[in-house]
């Protein structure tokens, strides 16, 4: 029998419609997100243009879109240091922290299983 939603951490149950915490999964889950979350937890603090070079074909707007989600969600900070030129840092907060070995270990299994994915993708389309 399936547990109520006064019954889980903090009352959220993210099979319901309505329920908040779907906002959050559409953030931890757009790919953008996840690869900056596994990229500042592996290397740490990045300035904005170490991230993007990180993140290979990131848009600007969509790594900047995707910084300031993760910013308004408490996953990381942005400092800004007043210098000629400005420089911004990107740092995991510790809520972003605990996404890291999720997330890594996520990342780790796409590259492992790929060749199994293509394998049955080519044996889906060629059924189709």
Do not use: N
Not at 112 to 125: G, L
């Amino acid at each position: 029998m399936g547990t109520t939603t006064a019954e889980r951490p903090g009352g959220f149950d993210a099979f319901s419609a309505l329920c908040p915490s779907r906002r959050l999964l559409d953030t931890i889950g757009d790919k953008w997100v996840s690869l900056a979350i596994v990229a500042l937890g592996l290397r740490g603090p990045l300035r904005y243009s170490e991230l993007a070079s990180q993140i290979e074909g990131v848009s600007q707007k969509m790594l900047t879109q995707s910084l300031r989600r993760m910013e308004r969600d408490g996953l990381l900070t942005r400092t800004v240091t007043p210098s000629v030129p400005v420089r911004t840092d990107y740092e995991l907060t510790p809520l972003g922290q605990t996404l890291l070995p999720v997330l890594a270990h996520l990342k780790e299994w796409a590259e492992e299983h790929m060749a199994e994915v293509d394998e049955a993708r080519t044996t889906y389309d060629g059924r189709a």
